[in-house]
């Protein structure tokens, strides 16, 4: 190893290493939660990073000595290039003579026996650890493509260190469209215009008609059209009649024109577009809470500052929830600028993400409205970031890096020294803490606009209008939903639950089906006749027996979901068209058009989950029903109450947007909550006062910090020993709280043993360091991953 490397950084085996040895070997980063088999080393971290000084002091590990002559010579010519693979350190490499490699150069290097991409890093403490370049592997190629801005390496490591993730995780999530590094793909496109073949047949009398003297087309494109093979395509180019030209491999993005289809915006939004305006003249950092009720306008207002920052030349990204991201709101777009903007979300495909990310490298792209992974994106100028629904809880991305794309969003405008504007019409309790603190500024707009008023919103006490066993609807609710069907209007059916029945079990030996990888029930989906974990994706047929008593037809299904729902609906309002919205029915594309559909008001009814709550807006509807207003009041989550304030908020949100003005209806056991007391009052302040008091006596977020450690691993003992041995090294600290080792909610998931340990802090402490000093010197059995969530959403 030795005769062809310089340095062994981590080792598990403890054995000397004999110069010359040829042996596979074992890397396992004591940072990482798992151990990282390369069976070559191909090259070597040279820094000294806090790997190093990790390494147990028995561990027989010698730098070679290196030649002093050859250091100066050499040390231009080596590079460390950061890989996209989960590392702790950069490795290094030789430049080739001829070449130049600057940090933020994309890279394709050799690594084993493969090759990867990777991006030149800063070096940092030139002049340390130089290393002979001959003795490196050299990089095999450097990507014509503009370098990744230096803002860009730095957002890498602060989320990286902030997430406790390695730098090379995070960095993947930059490079995921290797094809748009290399020479974009030159197409050949066909023109009229040469002279007319010798021998003329009907296809290719075809062809002449339908091909243009000016503008060259794709030989597929001409074929189709004219309804023949490419072959006579080809015949004829080879005849010299059709002329080849070279085609742009990407249609170029429109510049957008600020001053396009702006609204006149009333009195309120003018001041708040206004002080939306003002940041971005500032050019510097600053973050705006746009506040305002569903429907007062905040998009208007905002793309008042897309304008701005347009008009300035510089790139504007837009993040919204991927399920927000509907054609609708792109047109607002289109209206607006006169161009669409770059699309960034799960549903753009390859070729299409491939120009975004030129577009967006090249500056071309001005605006890019995308999901939460837009936020890697390779902007060449970026001058302000949207968050919109700034409080949706599908910012936090969970696997993988655990990162809040709105609060890197702010990270990223800081490093960047621009503004951020986060719009809600329920700001998270973490933004509205910003906000009286000081921190965020606070631009507001109280009133819907035009004559569309705020919804009625009144609590139905279901322990006094109780429906029949078996059914959801309360007679008050049924007769709502009537009389909204008879003026015409739309309804809106909230219940935050997929499937037809949460739980299945047999009526005559209480048998429950739950799944045997996760500690959950089986939900029953009845249009697809499957009983299925929403955990792990198990599923079964429906049985006609059961399989614990062999009994016929004593199955029952238990409590309602969207499916079960939407069949008591069929049976009382059969006559009108429904639509039942809910994730595991309908994605990406399909999911987009149905929510056209339904703003073009194709459906009467419609029963939806957590979906529906989400920014759209449906003119025609007027009724909103919530089915189960306490459901998720109590399930043990900090934001509990802060959510179903949240979401019973927007779903009431979506009545009444139009002409007409709307009602909600809430079902609640429970009418004295203080949630539904202040929904129905429309008294959001009260809401945030009671729930900011509550998360300050307890220290809960944003008031403390918490991070979540979660242990999994198949086998449950050594899981087990695993977190003791964890709990028993833990520092002692008067600043800080540990809790656990315990079972996790979710106790099993996918044959995984889960344990979690949830550690608190105050505000003003450096938690990952905490979780450094404690985690990095235990080494921890490679069956057994160690997960580390730093701002948890999710306790299950
Ligand atoms: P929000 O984002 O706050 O829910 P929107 O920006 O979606 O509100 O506005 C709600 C509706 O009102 C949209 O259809 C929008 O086009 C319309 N609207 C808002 N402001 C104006 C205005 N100044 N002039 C005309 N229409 C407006
Ligand atoms: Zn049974
Ligand atoms: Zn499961």
Redesign the pocket.
Known sequence: IYEKFHAIILISEHRRLVPGARRRVTITPLRFQQSLRISTLSCVPQRRNRATCLLPPATPVTLPSMSSDSQGAFSKRVVEVMLPLALPVCYSYSVPAGCTAAPGDYVRVPLGPREVIGVVWDSEGEGEDKVDAAKLRPLNEVYDTPRMPEVQRRFVEWVATYTMSEPGAVLRMCLRVAEALGPEKVRIGYRAGGELPQRMTPQRQRVLEEADEHFARPALDLAHAAGVSTGVIKGLADAGTLIAEKLPAFARYPVPDPSAGG????KA?EVAAKALRAAVAERNFSVSLLD??????????YLEAVAATVAAGRQVLVLLPEIALTSEFLK?FERRFSSSPAEWHSAVRPRERERVWRAVARGEALIVVGARSALFLPFKDLGLIIV?EEHETAYKQEDGVSYHARDMAVVRASLGAFPVVL?S?TPSLESMFNVEAGRYRHVT?QS???S?GLPEVEPIDMRANAPPTGSWISEVLGQAISETLEAGDQVLLFLNRRGYAPLTLCRHCGHRFSCPDCDAWLVEHRFRRQLMCHHCGYTIAVPQECPSCSSEGTLVACGPGVERLAAEVAERFGDHSMVILSSDLSRGETLRELLDDITKAKYQIIIGTQLVAK?H?F?GLTLVGVVDGDLSLGNGDLRAAERTYQVLCQVA?RAG?GDKPGRALIQTFQPEHPIIKSLVARDRESFYQYELKTRDRGGLPPYGRFAALILAGVDQDTVNSAASRIARAAPRSDAIRILGPAPAPMAVVRGRYRVRFLVKSGRDINIQAFLHAWLDPIKLPGSVRLQIDVDPYSFM
């Open positions: 609204f006149k915006l009333n939004q305002g009720v569903t429907g007062s306008g905040k998009t208007e207002v607002r919109d719009a019409a707009l819907r606009h035009g569309a920014g807006h003119p949100g947007r």
